[in-house]
């Protein structure tokens, strides 16, 4: 016989944890299936969060999944100048993060099936043709499972999307990082935009407590990912500061970076079907210029079990009645578009121009008005006018898109 619910949340990452959550409390019988045998690990990801973005998504964050509470960004530039981005936020313990979000989701009623890989989805039909529900098969006792509703939140792989074969190419990024140790910080999270050590990308250093940091790097040259992270380490301060395991890692393997893939061309065309919608990574939700996905995987997550509620309650969960996620999430996240075409603007900047860029913002960049941003605009054309045909202008306007309303850095 096979196990049956409303809800099948694939994958327990923020979205998937997020999903399970609000379908829970929304009184929806949830199951999560996660393929790995523990939640979280490994990690992959620099484990930043704005306290926006906490405040946006009313997270009541308990002291152990907190590793450092931050004072905001400070973005280097090439000539080693720099500009502040005083906005508080937090560099979370990721896995630990996701498990008191899962487990908050176990404590509302959802059902955690751990070592559950899901291979493959069918649609059932009713005497009417009419879609009824999902048939999975995949790797665990609980297989299979029928749901009126799968919410994908399975991060970068994109499962459903990939077996039902959801027309996209999604573009994505290399990033990795280490965790070292004996690194002093002021509070602030370092993003460094020197295009000598990551091509399209940057370098941080997101610190931690007890001296703890993340030092890692976003590229599109995947294959170079790790020489460049070790070139950078080795030309800065921190060539002299010990690499260690992380404490999620068995201690006895040898230290190396750890990281992953991160979508980087928006969101897909398309983000549901019937009875299905895809959240977080798996949708391509993160934020194009800084990466970042966190929120908006715990943002859709909860727009996706919303919206379940409803449709499962109307007894319609068919593409057309689903469509209302796509209207949600296209209202409140950032313009992809104009942040694309920023960032490509951004990465086309040569060494010395983006220094210059720097030494146009204001030293404190977070309180900059409407009207400080048209002076630096000036400033810039009237100094360089050259750069106005750079697009310099859409790279300071994605900036400001990219933070806008309740999304943060
Ligand atoms: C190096 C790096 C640094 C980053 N830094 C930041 C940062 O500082 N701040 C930030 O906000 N974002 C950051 N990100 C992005 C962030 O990690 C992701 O956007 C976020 O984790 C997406 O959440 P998700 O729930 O969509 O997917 P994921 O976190 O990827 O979770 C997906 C889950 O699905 C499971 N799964 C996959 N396939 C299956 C299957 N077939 N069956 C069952 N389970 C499955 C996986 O095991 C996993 O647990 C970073 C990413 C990288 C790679």
Known sequence: MPTTCDVLVIGAGPGGGSAALHSARLGLNVIIAEDHAEIGTPVHCGECLSNLAVENLKLDLPEQVIALRCKGIRVIFPDSGSRLLTEPGYVLEKHLFERWLVNQAVDAGAELRLSHKVKSI?????????????????????????????????????????????????????????????????GYLDFYLWPKYSPHGYVWMIPKNEGRAN?????????????????????????????????????????????????????????????????????????????????????????????????????????????????????????????LKGKTALYELSEEELSFVGRCLPKEMSSMGPLTKLGVGLKILIRKPLLYSRKVISVLLSFGYSRAKHHGW
């Open 215 to 339: 030092v890692g790097l976003v590229t599109t040259d995947k294959k170079g990912a790790i020489r460049y992270l070790d070139a950078f380490v080795e030309d800065s301060y921190l060539k002299a500061n010990p690499k260690a395991n992380p404490q999620w890692r068995n201690q006895s393997v040898k230290i190396k970076p750890f990281g992953g893939t991160i979508p980087i061309s928006g969101p897909r065309q398309e983000t549901y079907d019937d009875g299905l919608m895809l959240i977080g990574d798996a949708a391509g939700f993160t934020s194009p210029l800084f990466e970042g996905g966190s929120h908006l995987a715990l943002k859709s997550g909860m727009f996706a079990a919303q919206v379940s509620a409803k449709a499962i309650s109307e007894g319609d969960v068919s593409k057309a009645k689903l469509k209302t996620y796509q209207d949600i999430w296209e209202k409140e996240f950032p313009p992809y578009n104009k942040i």
């Open 122 to 186: 069918q649609k059932q039909f009713n005497s009417e043709n009419k879609f009824s529900n999902w048939k999975i098969e995949g790797s665990g006792e609980a297989f299979p499972i029928e749901a009126k509703v799968i919410l994908d939140a399975s991060g970068v792989h994109a499962l459903c999307a990939k077996l039902l074969e959801m027309e996209d190419e999604v573009e994505v990024i290399s990033g990795f990082q280490y965790e070292m140790h004996e690194v002093e910080n002021d």
